[in-house]
């Protein structure tokens, strides 16, 4: 069947692709050619290059290069002596701990597919998780081993071995029977010597699953040659402030999420960096590790630079050590970002992707054109197209609102074993993101919001993000977020929960009347919500469907 929107598609790169390029930091290449070999291979180079520099820091714990690899050797090692195979899938489950990463490169060394979970999902999403992705091991922090013990116990799980790995000063007993072992047991028995393993840059290194805020979670392939493809460019592009040799990478986000996953252990084996965890990102814990260990690169999200901007020591912090710092998963206000950056003197990169991208689609220069409350121009070897949201098919004109798609080497080609979602999302080679966006004559995109969040009020279509970047101008506001609900005779209204900075007070009439001022009439809030804290996912997102939910199960009541 002949499809001549997709000549519509290469005719709209061909007129635009020169504009976004051209707005590029001076240096930063439009294309690549990308080293055919496997993610181990580059963290094995700086192994030998420098045995003796930092890789890991935790608190006052440092691993050096040279430590970190014979740990993951081991592991890689007894990983094989248990019966794990290339290609075999072997859940992650811990908080940002060295043990997380030696985890993940054990993994890398022998071609296992490295499955991401998260310690706080609930035994039945796990459950899932393991099920889908047909994890037979799963390597755990001891104070979660009882999730991952409670599935391998059931006869219809593909689970066969837990490996629980004990942190020192937090001892947890773990039971003790057939296929549970310690993981500090586990290498103090195995052979210190680099697997003779062959593992291809068109092998799986990981399904990163969705985060399932919108769905049903569905695990996104990740090749060593797309994971290679995406931090050549992030290398590129972050070479700007820092030579990415002499990355310190202030580590908050989680491990198991792509976007950490992407500027810590990618981005650091690859470039020769070094990596500065911190297991819980609280806005102490957060400044402790920017006094102690100086980071100058830093992925966050922005609930992360609200609780730096608002720190009481914030001025008399070493933030100034911050070269770089990248902000992503959310939208990022324009208040905020101004804030950090006068506080930092960092740049801020505000930018855009998916787990289906690992991370990244479009992202601000750190120097050259910048423009504050957009996600930044198209990623060096990418191509999007801004199509109309009902059928996917019509090039939207410049500054109009429509559905993103993108194609490049860091998009998935599929999810693991669903071909049903897989044939709904990728078309043609193109990845439909979902994501309503707008891009201007510049090659600037601005992501108004996902598709399953617009608000259909009397006919009209209103985007939360909006609303939220008004309300985020007053100055009594510290955070606030907008969801659609029900009404009898609108169909949906908009619902604004708000939290205020400290000390502040307002009443509900006063924060319509100030969205009355600055929005048209359809899309200013018929309620307000104070709260104490906006509901977010683990990655920092307002959670926009647990507030749904809650909304609704009011209703009910």
Not at 290 to 302: D, G, M, Q, R, T
Request: a negative charge; aromatic letters at 8%.
């Amino acid at each position: 069947m002949e499809k001549p929107w997709l000549r519509d598609f290469e005719d709209d790169i061909a007129q635009w692709k020169p504009k976004w390029e051209a707005n590029y930091d001076k240096g930063v290449p439009t294309t690549y050619d990308y080293p055919a070999l496997p993610q181990k291979d580059f963290f094995n180079k700086w192994t030998d290059k420098h045995p003796e520099k930092d890789y890991l820091i935790i608190n006052d714990i440092k691993l050096s290069y040279g430590v970190s690899n014979s740990m993951a050797r081991k592991l890689a090692n007894a990983l094989l002596d248990l019966g794990v195979k290339k290609g075999d899938r072997v859940a992650v489950m811990m908080p940002n701990i060295p043990q997380n990463i030696i985890s993940i490169h054990a993994c890398l060394k022998i071609g296992a597919i490295e499955v991401p979970a998260n310690v706080l999902y609930t035994t039945p999403e796990l459950s899932y998780q393991f099920q889908d992705s047909g994890a037979e091991t799963v390597i755990v922090m001891a104070l979660f081993a009882s999730k991952a013990i409670e599935i391998m116990r059931d006869p219809d799980t593909p689970v066969k071995r837990v490996i629980a790995v004990q942190v020192a000063g937090m001892p947890v007993d773990v039971e003790k029977a057939e296929n549970i072992y310690d993981y500090n047991e586990l290498l103090e028995g195995s052979k210190d010597s680099e697997p003779d393993i062959i593992v291809l840059p068109s092998d799986i290194s990981r399904l990163q699953y969705t985060g399932g805020t919108t769905g049903v979670p569905k695990g996104c392939v990740l090749t060593n040659e797309m994971m290679v493809s995406q931090v050549v460019r992030t290398s590129e592009w972050g070479r700007i402030m820092v030579e990415p040799e002499n990355f310190r990478s202030l580590t908050a986000i989680p491990l198991n999420h792509i976007f950490g996953y992407n500027f810590s252990i990618n981005l650091c084996s690859y470039g020769g960096g070094t990596i500065i965890l911190v297991a819980q990102p609280t806005p102490d814990n957060l400044i402790a590790a920017i006094n102690k260990h100086e980071p100058n690169i830093f992925a966050s999200v922005p609930a992360m630079l609200i609780a730096l901007n608002n720190h009481p020591e914030i001025s008399t912090s070493k933030i100034g050590s911050m070269e770089g710092v990248i902000s992503g998963s959310a939208p990022l206000a324009v208040a905020t970002m101004k804030k950090f950056e006068e506080l930092s003197g960092a740049s801020i990169c505000e930018g855009y992707g998916l787990s289906e991208t690992i991370n990244i689609i479009t992202a601000n220069p750190f120097i050259s054109m910048k423009k504050y409350g957009s996600c930044g121009i198209v990623w060096s070897d990418t191509d999007i197209v801004v199509v109309d949201i009902e059928t996917g098919t019509k090039v939207m004109p410049r500054g109009e609102l429509g559905e993103l798609i993108c194609r490049g080497p860091q998009v998935i080609k599929e999810y693991w074993n669903n071909p049903e979602e897989t044939a709904q999302v990728v078309r043609d080679g193109w990845l439909y993101t979902g994501d309503i966006v707008k891009m201007d004559e510049d090659g600037f995109i601005y992501i108004m919001d996902r598709k399953k969040d617009m608000i259909i009020c009397s006919g009209f279509n209103v985007y939360p993000r909006d609303i939220d970047e008004v309300l985020f101008k007053h100055p009594k506001i510290k955070e606030a977020c907008s969801i659609g609900v029900p009404h009898e005779k609108r169909g949906e209204t908009v619902k604004a929960f708000v939290t205020l900075e400290e000390n502040e007070t307002m009443t509900e009439e006063e924060v319509i009347a100030f969205c009355r001022e600055n929005l048209a009439p359809y899309k200013v809030p018929t309620l307000v919500e104070f709260v104490d804290a906006i509901p977010r996912t683990v990655i920092g997102k307002a959670d926009r469907k647990a507030m749904k939910e809650m909304e609704l199960s009011k209703m009910e009541q």
